[in-house]
């Protein structure tokens, strides 16, 4: 009985966290991908879900040289929330492609949005939208 309710409580905390994570985006994907998108540009690299969103949806509110949570962390829920599931998956390409062409598009200081970005212990929240 021991060893059956130990199995549970494992196969619960793992489909605990495969459900959390397509309605967050990582803390750990907005570090590991930010700081590896400078190195992609030379990079072949695909990802249709990223080369398809519309950046001017950041860079017309998110504007330097005083980066806020305020106008910079709304629109990358926006833009990444719907592909959080991509974003979140390490072994992917999307997270840094998100990056190198954020990078591209706005000129953004690297890690900007990991440093500024954060709602909580797991990542960005985006069910609150």
Do not use: W
């Amino acid at each position: 009985m021991g060893a059956e309710r130990s199995l549970l409580l494992v196969f619960l905390s793992f489909l605990v966290l495969r459900v959390a994570s397509s309605h967050y985006i990582s803390n750990k994907g907005l570090h590991i991908h930010a700081s590896a998108s400078r190195s992609l540009q030379q990079q072949t690299s695909t990802c249709k879900a990223v080369d398809n969103l519309n950046y001017t949806l950041m860079t017309s509110q998110c504007k330097g040289p005083h980066y806020t949570p305020e106008a910079c962390c709304r629109p990358l829920k926006q833009l990444l929330c719907p592909i959080a599931k991509l974003f979140n998956d390490l072994t992917s390409p999307c997270g840094r492609i998100f990056f190198c062409n954020v990078d591209y598009y706005g000129k953004y200081p690297p890690s900007l949005f990991a440093r500024i970005c954060k709602e909580g212990p797991v990542g960005l929240d985006c069910q609150k939208i």
